[in-house]
Every structure is written in C-alpha cells, then in structure tokens.
C-alpha cells in the first residue's frame, strides 16, 4: 500500500472494470455499489479462499446457504425489533444526518472512544466541544434519535393483509435456527461450526468510506457452537486463525491490530475487532464474539423448541456456548483493494501502479499477449487452451508496455508474450507482475508452472 489514497482507488476501480457506482446512470443510489467484471473474480476469490481455509479444511465446520428472509420471530429473539438502532444526530442546516458515535470519534481523531457513552454523554461531548457538521462546517444539531437499523418489507397475500418481513441485517441467525438441524443431518459432535457467506442489509445512514459501510452487504460468518468450558480457548484460537488468514492472503502484520472492545454486551464474556489500516485510518475490519450461550437460549425462548445438545459419550444435557468470526466481504475486499496498491518508479523514470494480490485473490492468472497481430491466431490458441485451467484474459490493443501496465493495474501475476519464435519452437516469454522478469519457457510446461504459484495454502 504505498501512497494509497481512497480517491486513487475507487478511481481505479471505475476505469478497470472493478467497482462502479450503483445505478449510475440514473445518478446513483446512496452508499450501493456494482461490482464489474474484474471485481467479481475478486471478490469471488475472496470468499473461496475464506470458505477454503475456514469450511473445507476443517472437519468440523459446515457450510449452510439460508434464506435472507426470516420468520420475523427470528428478529425478537436476537433482539434486533428492540434494540438495532444508531444515534443520529440531523444538521439543522444542510440537512444530513450523521451517527453521534462517528461524529465523536472523527473530531477527536480516534482518541476518544463512545463505544460505552449514552446518548446524553455523546451529546454533551459534542456540545462542549463545538463538533463541527462534517459536512457545511455549521454547528446546528438536533438531539439524538435512536435510527431504525433493520430494513423492512412485506408479504401481501390479499390486498390490505400485509405481514412484516425484515431483510436479514446480519446472516449468523441463518446459522442458530440451523444449529439441530445441522448437529442431526451430519452427526456432528460439539465443537463444530456452522458458516455461511450471504447478503445482510442494513439502513446505514453515515456515508460509507466506498465499500466499507454500505446498506448491503455480504457476510462471512462462522459460528463455533463448544462447552461453556472450552468458550475461552476456542475463542483465543479464532481471533489467531483469523489475523493468519488475512496475513496469508498477502496483509502485512504492520497494518492489523486487535481492539478489544470496552464494553460488553450483558450476556457476552469477550469480544474483540481486528482493525486494518484503511485509507482514512484505523477500522474495523472483523470480529471475533465469545457469546455465551446467549443465542441459544433465545431462540429456544422464542421458539419453544429445545435447542440443548445431548453429548453422546457423557450423557450431559447442555446449551452450548457460541463463539463468532464475522467479516463484511466487501469490507475484506476494501481492505485487500489497498493492501495489494503499489506505485513503483521504474528504472526507466516511468511510473506503474501495480496491485500485489495474492496469485489466488488476482482476478485472472495470466494475460495472454501476442507480441505482433499477425501471430494472433496462436496466442488465441494458447488463451483458449489456459482458459479451460484457469481465469486469464487476452489482450492484442496497444504497445506491449501499455499492455503490461493494464495488467499490472488489475493484479494478473503472469503475462506470457507470444512472438514468432514461438512458431518455430513452441516457447513463450513468461512475464512476473512483481518483479517484472522474463523467463522463457516450453508452453506444454505453462500449465504446471502457474498452477503451482497461485494456490491458496
Ligand atoms: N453477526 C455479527 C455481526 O453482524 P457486525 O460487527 O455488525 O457483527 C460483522 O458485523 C462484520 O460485517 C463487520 O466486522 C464488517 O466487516 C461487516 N459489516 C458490518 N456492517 C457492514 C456494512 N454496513 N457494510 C459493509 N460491511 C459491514
């Protein structure tokens, strides 16, 4: 990430097919965001590699797929009819509404925290020290209002008969109505996991950093259901299993740190964020929520069904204990779109911006370059034999330099040039995004070549 600003990204995005403003044409839609040809093989990479490294090499983990809309008794028991609210605050004067929170913590530059303040302390706060409209610079606010989080739509049978149906704000509930039914169908014994990667939506009002806050969004969620008395252990081992999981998919250590949250939900026994350097500073990122057997409970409450777990070789009768690893995809992908930004000066005095994914995350894997157009037809060849193995893209306009520097703009890590000698010996020039060397190599030992340097492990 060097020299990397918010401005430079979402640039980038828009002109290389990445991420365009949603419903553009009718002039947008606030904090909605399309992603492009490119930015779907990305973020398609993203979530493979999380449901790689977190579901398909863990015996204990199961995937789910469940549905966005929910019984709304879903939305009691979690609590989320009452509580899931934001203090707003209005600017009298140019009429954008703002979180109390985000407006305390941007003026006192991250150094005040009102993560445990109430509504009346936030207002104090920022009274007393005049918070300025972040946006017309006025200060001229209404008091507090509790923001309706949760968006609501509904199923009409005949008309005027309409019931209240919620788009799900977050999918891990998707995961604890599922808890019997997955213990059952696959035999599985506590501890073991349920996961599943979905769309949540959420009436974010504060404008959101591009991707990093918007009104939907997908999740990837995990829920550890163990003993009570396991909850501490399993819950240190997912906060270290998900900072590994970022450094492995290229995140320098430097630009990660875990923030342990200073108040706790009444049920919860810990919980911790991992925050990324993003462009306009600290964030959240993910967390991971030691939760007890709180979750459980409530749907057991609400339901009137047993959620308890019979332990096959002791015979006890318990609820377990729920430990959570939550993290926003889009977010990930924000986090990996500026992780993977580089601007290099090149010997030749020429400047490229080259985004350093991971080989895995990289939305293709090899460019497909003919070095002259009359020798297309073997480099079409070529690309229509790799594309069968693995995404790669064929580019035949402009000069070659230019054609590197589109390549390395959206990440491929290999650019294999064609050239008349390839005619007369089948080989191939075989170009590092990175480094930028050359090596020139048979094209029957293209295939094994890349395979080998983009796997995710
Ligand atoms: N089930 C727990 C839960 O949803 P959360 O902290 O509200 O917890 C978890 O959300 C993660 O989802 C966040 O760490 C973030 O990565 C992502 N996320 C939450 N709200 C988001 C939003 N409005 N836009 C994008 N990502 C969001």
Same mark, same amino acid.
């Given at each position: 990430?060097?020299?990397?600003?918010?401005?430079?990204?979402?640039?980038?995005?828009?002109?290389?097919?990445?991420?365009?403003?949603?419903?553009?044409?009718?002039?947008?839609?606030?904090?909605?965001?399309?992603?492009?040809?490119?930015?779907?093989?990305?973020?398609?990479?993203?979530?493979?590699?999380?449901?790689?490294?977190?579901?398909?090499?863990?015996?204990?983990?199961?995937?789910?797929?469940?549905?966005?809309?929910?019984?709304?008794?879903?939305?009691?028991?979690?609590?989320?009819?009452?509580?899931?609210?934001?203090?707003?605050?209005?600017?009298?004067?140019?009429? /954008?509404?703002?979180?109390?929170? #985000?407006?305390? !913590? =941007? *003026?006192? &530059?991250?150094?005040?925290?009102?993560?445990?303040?109430?509504?009346?302390?936030?207002?104090?706060?920022?009274?007393?020290?005049?918070?300025?409209?972040?946006?017309?610079?006025?200060?001229?606010?209404?008091?507090?209002?509790?923001?309706?989080?949760?968006?609501?739509?509904?199923?009409?049978?005949?008309?005027?008969?309409?019931?209240?149906?919620?788009?799900?704000?977050?999918?891990?509930?998707?995961?604890?109505?599922?808890?019997?039914?997955?213990?059952?169908?696959?035999?599985?014994?506590?501890?073991?996991?349920?996961?599943?990667?979905?769309?949540?939506?959420?009436?974010?009002?504060?404008?959101?950093?591009?991707?990093?806050?918007?009104?939907?969004?997908?999740?990837?969620?995990?829920?550890?259901?163990?003993?009570?008395?396991?909850?501490f252990n399993i819950y240190d081992s997912y906060k270290e299993r998900a900072r /590994?999981?970022?450094?492995?998919? #290229?995140?320098? !250590? =430097? *630009?990660? &740190?875990?923030?342990?949250?200073?108040?706790?939900?009444?049920?919860?026994?810990?919980?911790?964020?991992?925050?990324?350097?993003?462009?306009?500073?600290?964030?959240?990122?993910?967390?991971?929520?030691?939760?007890?057997?709180?979750?459980?409970?409530r749907h057991q409450e609400f339901s009137g069904k047993s959620m308890a777990y019979?332990?096959?070789?002791?015979?006890?009768?318990?609820?377990?204990?729920?430990?959570?690893?939550?993290?926003?995809?889009?977010?990930?992908?924000?986090?990996?779109?500026?992780?993977?930004?580089?601007?290099?000066?090149?010997?030749?005095?020429?400047?490229?911006?080259?985004?350093?994914?991971?080989?895995?995350?990289?939305?293709?894997?090899?460019?497909?370059?003919?070095?002259?157009?009359?020798?297309?037809?073997?480099?079409?060849?070529?690309?229509?034999?790799?594309?069968?193995?693995?995404?790669?893209?064929?580019?035949?306009?402009?000069?070659?330099?230019?054609?590197?520097?589109?390549?390395?703009?959206?990440?491929?890590?290999?650019?294999?040039?064609?050239?008349?000698?390839?005619?007369?010996?089948?080989?191939?020039?075989?170009?590092?995004?990175?480094?930028?060397?050359?090596?020139?190599?048979?094209?029957?030992?293209?295939?094994?070549?890349?395979e080998e340097r983009i796997q995710f492990n």
């Amino acid at each position: 990430m060097s020299n990397v600003t918010m401005d430079k990204i979402v640039n980038l995005c828009k002109q290389r097919g990445i991420i365009f403003q949603g419903s553009e044409i009718y002039g947008g839609m606030g904090n909605t965001w399309d992603y492009g040809p490119v930015g779907v093989e990305i973020k398609n990479n993203i979530k493979r590699a999380w449901w790689k490294r977190f579901v398909q090499e863990d015996p204990n983990t199961y995937g789910v797929d469940a549905a966005i809309l929910m019984n709304p008794r879903v939305w009691d028991a979690s609590g989320h009819t009452q509580n899931f609210s934001d203090p707003k605050m209005d600017c009298k004067s140019c009429k /954008q509404r703002f979180r109390a929170d #985000n407006l305390i !913590e =941007d *003026h006192s &530059k991250g150094k005040v925290s009102a993560e445990a303040m109430t509504n009346e302390q936030m207002e104090e706060y920022i009274n007393e020290n005049k918070v300025k409209c972040p946006h017309c610079g006025n200060f001229n606010w209404t008091n507090i209002r509790q923001f309706k989080l949760m968006f609501e739509t509904s199923r009409g049978t005949l008309d005027g008969e309409k019931d209240v149906v919620y788009l799900r704000p977050e999918t891990c509930q998707g995961e604890y109505v599922n808890f019997l039914n997955v213990q059952r169908s696959m035999r599985a014994k506590v501890p073991f996991a349920i996961a599943q990667i979905g769309k949540s939506f959420r009436n974010e009002i504060t404008p959101g950093n591009f991707i990093f806050r918007t009104i939907e969004f997908e999740q990837m969620e995990l829920q550890m259901f163990c003993k009570e008395g396991d909850g501490f252990n399993i819950y240190d081992s997912y906060k270290e299993r998900a900072r /590994q999981f970022l450094l492995d998919i #290229n995140f320098s !250590e =430097d *630009h990660l &740190k875990f923030h342990d949250h200073d108040k706790l939900a009444f049920y919860a026994k810990a919980a911790c964020d991992i925050f990324y350097l993003f462009p306009m500073g600290w964030s959240e990122l993910n967390g991971i929520h030691h939760r007890s057997t709180h979750d459980l409970s409530r749907h057991q409450e609400f339901s009137g069904k047993s959620m308890a777990y019979l332990d096959p070789v002791t015979n006890e009768k318990y609820i377990p204990t729920v430990i959570e690893y939550s993290i926003g995809a889009d977010r990930l992908m924000l986090a990996v779109l500026t992780e993977a930004y580089h601007e290099e000066t090149l010997e030749n005095g020429e400047s490229r911006v080259v985004m350093k994914f991971h080989p895995a995350i990289a939305p293709y894997k090899v460019a497909v370059l003919p070095l002259q157009k009359n020798i297309n037809e073997k480099a079409i060849e070529l690309y229509q034999k790799l594309c069968k193995k693995f995404p790669c893209i064929y580019d035949e306009a402009g000069s070659i330099g230019k054609r590197y520097r589109r390549q390395d703009e959206i990440g491929v890590p290999f650019s294999v040039t064609i050239d008349f000698d390839t005619l007369e010996d089948n080989t191939v020039t075989v170009r590092d995004r990175d480094t930028m060397e050359q090596i020139r190599i048979h094209v029957d030992e293209l295939e094994k070549y890349i395979e080998e340097r983009i796997q995710f492990n």
